[in-house]
């Protein structure tokens, strides 16, 4: 019985403490417990609101030196952005991203295809400067990178691989629990589904010899649960529901529309499935192809729908300022009463 | 029998003509061609030596709607840290690499984990420049990065996936043909093994349902053997063998030593095997753990081992300029006599 647990909760899933059990955790996760728990203690003396925001894909090896992986696809677009509205709105943000992965303030100028000395020059007097074509656009960007430093406003925390993200994040979020309704947990990472759990990687070799390759991957235990239950269950906590459209079987391309608009219907009551399983404050809804443009909000009271349209999409509106506003309206609700409320519409007015 | 050759060469592996029926090519793969082919116009007319120089990994979908995909580590730095070497020989140089991987040049401030703003600073007159911290070290870089630009001889191609690279490889190959024994060859690129071919792919769909998820992939065609005997049979063509220690079934640690010592040891058998079986002119081999001090070139002819002390990589000595340095000479040989020989010890003066 013991046995059967430590192995699956019966449903052929490990449950989330098994997984901390077999797992190694990453080898500086004392160090990063202890620049967040600076952190967490600076802002909570100073009575601040803080976020937690996660950012990027998660890595799951598939061989113990790691060669080989299975990568998530995200460049971090979504957090990265998100970070820097969360500032703006006088959060202090814990910004857990994978290496590498885009971040706030810089994230114009480091994912591009330009080479990072292309933004640089020679100056007369032979000291090395910014390029009068980014230059002014930069400083002001700048200035608010060197202030939100300089104020302790901003923390970086990286991840690389699924188990390093899965125990910063129980880490971070039982330092942060303190903060009580003040946290709020922003999660758009982007967290792989599958991995191979230590005691089977020991028997697993990839062969380059002739002939095909076969992986056999386990379910990721779902993490939400006990963060939702256990670890941070006096916050606010928003989580993602990224859909894409299903695998188009048709070759003549017909029914593409069709499957679209289905997949895209879907993806409210798969959300709203996600809020009720796990009993949070937020499920942020997206479409893989218009996901710069429409979001949905749900809530165990409403549904709030986020649309930039194509002028807004023109002068370079941003689809996380929109939500960050929504979200920061939102928590004041839930810091008040301890209660997440509709605050607009029909829907808000009835339920409070 | 067509049928059968269409799908495999008998081996369980299908042949690399065969690839580049069923994959799709990169959308901008005319658009690189036509930039490839005015690079290597100018550097035909004057005369100089080219190098393609590939590098970083290559990245395998597992959708057609790509989130998942199994991905080779390679950071680049073998290939960024060469190029730079080549340029400094009088090389022209296609640097064809993955996304986001390492670049000559920007190499040493890209991927640390400082973020590119820190890198930066406000002037008193409120321009932009580069900090004092970095300023002096970058000048030299930034000014030989600035005169290859200059004199057109550095070229950048990007690639993502296995595809994207294997599509990219032939149509640059077969541009460089009329540069003959002028053209090298470096493939330093850590390029997949193992593929979904994309006849496969429209059945196949990863469901994040409950359970394990079982992967099924096939081996990639050996793609060095038309290189060498088709697309670029006059010219000098190096690859690359690395290996890494098997992985250690014994818990105390006991056997770790023996083993690695035993896959060292195996290290230029194989490395010769391959040779041996393509038939080009050099294959650099080394041990993943041990890549920044230690190689060994392996010729028809002969071994050269090269070999940092300690004092050398405390002086930040780095080993691709001893490579590239060994490769200019037989490259040089290669050219005068049409065939790759050995030039230094007792093997080259017999051989000669």
Redesign the interface.
Known sequence: MAAQHLLDNG???IDPDTYFEIQTPPPNLAQDEAKVRDFVKYNLAKNNRLVLVTSGGT?VP????????????SAGTRGATSAEYFLEYGYAVIFMHR??SL?P??RN???S?N???DY?E??PD?????SQAI?PK??P???K??SVKQRNMLL?V?FTTLTDYLFLLRSITLIMAPMKSKAMYYLAA?V???FIPAPKM?EH??Q?S??????????VPKFLKPLVSQWASESFIVSFKAS????I?CPSGTHLFAQLETDSRLLVPKARAALTRYGHQIVIGNM?TTRKRDVTLITKEDDVEIHLTDQELRDEVEIEERIVKELYKRHGMFISTGKSCAVDGMAGVSSL
Do not use: P, W
């Open positions: 449903q052929g899933v890595q598939l061989e113990n030196q790691t060669v080989r992986f299975i990568d998530n696809f290496q590498h971040q303030y810089s100028y480091t994912h295809t080479c990072f000395l640089l020679l100056k032979d000291s090395m400067g910014v230059g930069l400083i960007t700048f200035k990178y060197q970086f990286e982007a792989s589904d599958f020991a070799k990839i380059s002739e002939g095909a390759l076969t992986l056999h991957l386990d379910q894409h459209a299903s695998y079987t893989l």
